[in-house]
């Protein structure tokens, strides 16, 4: 049987933008407060990327080249680029396709992935297994979302939790133990549509009438997903560790996505696991989508050690969620 090449994670970058929504700004647009909105989602701001010539592919090329600059090498080395969103700059072409274009990676082909706030758990394995095929030698995975795009800020509901960001990481053949060890993904038809965008697919086409009822924006029944995503996480997070035999003091780090603090409470209480090893940067950046869990990995890249045991873990409309073992391997 031939070799499997464990894919390691070595480098990561990011992009944010520079306007700040704080929940005060959020005061003046409906009817809410900055206390009952960190009281129930742990976040004080969020950024928004305000120019209308920029989308998501902007934000995904400037994090592809921070994590190509921190690496030394040049875009023309890649050889795959995997993008996750669920706000392409078009329907088609795939917004993994206007990165690729940007950062003039000329050798790359290049694909979306679409599941919601676990589009880059499910990029990062999907892009793995490119490198652990021998198919590839360098793949960028990228998660970005201009979630801007698709608010309602008349809808309190919704316009507080999200945020425009994006994250990248380069993937590599590991030289030693390091790398993705294993992930576990799940999915669950969400017949009810929970957590959807009513319009603008070949369902719902866009058309006056759509766009008049807001149908183009994100819909939540907050309370269903919530008991999902809660229930969820903190599931696939023990269901790995079993799998391997961890326990808490076997972990470094929990690096969940960023959708809710209580979430993100509950998960590191069923994996008994401390706070001060559970990565967060949501009351920062507030819910940036398939942006979280690589912006929580560019913020501690400085805090951390090579060999170190990871545990990402999402949960996303669709519904989906799952969780990936890993042990870092940056230097």
């Known amino acids: 049987m031939a070799e499997i090449n464990r894919a390691v994670i070595t480098s990561v970058g990011h992009y944010l933008p520079e306007h700040r929504l704080t929940n005060e700004d959020l005061e003046q647009m409906v009817e809410t407060n900055d206390e009952w909105i960190r009281k129930r989602t742990g976040i004080k701001e969020r950024r928004i990327l305000k120019d209308d010539d920029k989308a998501t592919s902007f934000m995904g090329a400037e994090a592809a080249r921070e994590a190509l600059n921190e690496r030394g090498i040049s875009a023309d080395e890649i050889d795959t680029i995997v993008v996750a969103t669920v706000t392409p700059d078009y329907l088609f072409p795939a917004t993994a396709c206007m990165v690729q274009e940007k950062i003039g990676a ?53 316009c507080i939790l999200f945020g ?71 599931d696939v997070c023990e269901e790995i560790m079993e799998e391997h035999q961890l326990t808490a003091d076997d972990i470094d780090w929990l690096v969940p996505h960023q959708a809710n603090k209580r979430i993100i409470d509950v ?22 989508t398939a942006g979280t869990i690589p912006l929580c990995l560019y913020d501690w890249k400085e805090e951390l050690s090579h060999g170190d045991k990871l545990i990402l873990a999402a949960f996303g409309g669709g519904y989906t969620w799952g969780s990936i073992y890993l042990k870092w391997g940056i230097k």
Request: charged share 25%; hydrophobic share 35%.
């Open 106 to 158: 000329s050798n790359a082909y290049a694909f979306d992935v679409s599941a919601a706030c676990s589009g880059f758990l499910y990029a990062l394995t999907t892009g793995a297994g490119f490198i652990e095929s021998g198919r590839a030698e360098k793949v960028l995975v990228i998660g970005s979302d201009k979630m801007s795009s698709i608010v309602d800020y008349t809808d309190r509901s919704t």
């Open 164 to 234: 425009d960001g994006a994250g990248a990481v380069l993937l590599e053949a590991s030289e030693d133990e390091t790398g993705i060890i294993d992930y576990i993904h799940h999915t669950e038809g969400d017949t009810d549509l929970a957590l959807y965008q009513p319009a603008g697919g070949s369902l719902n086409p866009a058309s006056e009438q759509t766009v008049a009822d807001g149908l183009h924006y994100a819909k939540q029944d907050g309370r269903k997903v919530f008991k999902k995503a809660t229930v969820g996480m903190a």
């Open 267 to 288: 998960t590191a209480n069923r994996i008994n696991l401390d706070e001060d090893k559970v990565m967060i940067n949501i009351d920062r950046y507030g819910n940036t």
